[in-house]
């Protein structure tokens, strides 16, 4: 590639630690894509003739169907993806493949391979964040009258109802889902022809061959242009931030599954079993799931401190982007896939989590309601009257519900047994009107928002 400059060949070293091609063939879709762009417009602008342009085509299709059918020879002494389609090329079609090269560089022609293949990424992972969306709001349909504790710190605080809580994390992988629509549009431009960073002298058409890729036109800036990795980095951090989003949902699963809670069952097609304890089911599909932040996020990390020093414009660390983004969006898409098959897959216990519901005295701030809105008190001195209550509850042995209108009373004489209407937690959980909040009205009203939304 270049014999012209050198005369001895890279050391046996330098051959390994600079060849590409072992992770970056799964370019070779975009990088064909990208050649047949540039030999079309090439053709366009009259820098190569028809007949070196059919032939260069010719032998691109003959390459793809070669890659298609498992045959082509990828070899490491022609170093990447790129090197290794021309050498074929040349081998198929002779001195016309040299001419596909003419008015661009290996430099704009990895950010364009690489820039397709992570637009394509945030695409699918769109779609899969869509397939776990519908996953969950048909849970959340099923059960938006189901009762179950909401928490803050681990701790019961309010009746919620299980929809409800499937709903919030459809608003969360929402907002993931137009995180990636983002990244994706923000990196709707085409680097190719930027050549190796200074642009090119022959008359291209950088327009025609971004219109020809789906892009919404080329980069503006040719040093920018092969220099940018941040396409990359936007969408490793959407992957993070969806990825801890999995993880937070994963946890919630193996906390629920557990006897001690007991929330709903996963099926066998989602649980493992011991080795030498007979009786486990354990949630081994939600604890991958849980741990794939790990990967995802060390991608960022990675991706990010290999750029973070590099001067204008390309560099060889540079080789160092596509491992990590190719593992994340690998763990990505294996986590949503096994999410959305849990959250399909899991059985809800009504009745075990309505009588969790209960606990903790999770009604109190319905009792510190009722107080405002019945007589009037300030919020305050209702919150105080009903610690009171909850103090003497507890002493007692008693839930809220369960304590003697006399003890109220003690507390605040104006209390009357229509207290004890708000004082269960279905109650509870259908007073919560206001927009967003948990009331089945509310969650079915969200549910068929997201649901027209999908569609």
Not at 282 to 296: F, H, S
Not at 313 to 333: G, H, I, R
Not at 373 to 378: F, I, K, M, V, Y
């Amino acid at each position: 590639m270049w014999g012209g400059r050198f005369s001895v060949k890279p050391a046996q070293l330098m051959q390994a630690i600079n060849v590409s091609i072992g992770f970056d063939k799964r370019l070779a879709r975009q990088d064909l894509a990208g050649s047949r762009a540039h030999a079309a417009m090439l053709e366009a602008v009259g820098v190569i003739s028809p007949a070196d342009a059919a032939a260069i085509q010719g032998g691109l299709a003959t390459i793809e169907a070669e890659m298609a059918a498992g045959t082509f020879p990828f070899r490491d002494e022609f170093e990447d993806i790129h090197m290794n389609v021309e050498a074929r090329l040349r081998e198929l079609i002779g001195p016309a493949a040299g001419r596909l090269h003419t008015a661009r560089s290996r430099n704009d022609q990895v950010a364009l391979d690489f820039r397709l293949w992570v637009r394509e990424a945030c695409e699918r992972s769109a779609g899969q964040l869509a397939a776990l969306q519908r996953a969950l709001l048909d849970q959340a349909q099923a059960n938006a009258d189901a009762l179950m504790p909401g928490f803050t710190h681990l701790q019961p605080a309010q009746p919620v109802t299980f929809g409800h809580h499937l709903m919030a994390y459809v608003e969360m992988f929402g907002r993931d889902a137009g995180r990636f629509a983002d990244a994706r549009a923000r990196m709707n431009q085409c680097p190719l022809g930027a050549a190796a960073l200074a642009g090119s002298p022959f008359p291209i058409d950088r327009h025609q061959t971004a219109a020809a890729l789906g892009f919404d036109g080329p980069t503006a800036n040719s040093m920018d242009s092969v220099a940018a990795r941040d396409f990359a980095l936007e969408a490793l951090s959407a992957a993070s931030i969806c990825a801890v989003h999995l993880s937070r949902l994963a946890e919630e699963i193996v906390l629920w599954t557990t006897p001690q809670f007991g929330f709903v069952r996963l099926s066998d097609a989602f649980s493992t079993g011991s080795s030498i304890m007979p009786q486990k089911r354990n949630p081994d599909a939600a604890e991958l799931v849980r741990a794939k932040v790990g990967r995802i996020l060390g991608a960022l990390t990675a991706l990010t401190v290999v750029m973070k020093g590099l001067p204008m414009t390309y560099s060889k660390d540079m080789q160092e982007d596509k491992v990590p983004t190719f593992e994340a969006f690998d763990a990505l898409e294996l986590g949503l896939t096994a999410m959305t098959g849990m959250i399909a897959d899991l059985t809800p216990d009504r009745a075990r989590m309505a009588q969790a519901a209960g606990s903790g005295y999770s009604t109190a701030t319905d009792l510190a309601d009722w107080l405002v809105r019945a007589l009037d008190l300030p919020f305050r001195e209702a919150h105080h009257i009903t610690g009171a209550a909850v103090k003497r509850a507890e002493a007692e042995g008693l839930e809220l519900a369960d304590l003697p209108l006399a003890d109220l009373q003690a507390l605040e004489p104006r209390i009357t047994a229509e207290v004890y209407q708000v004082l269960t937690p279905a109650a509870s959980a259908a007073s919560r009107v206001s927009y967003g909040g948990t009331a089945p009205s509310q969650v079915r009203a969200q549910v068929k928002l997201w649901k027209d939304r999908l569609s």
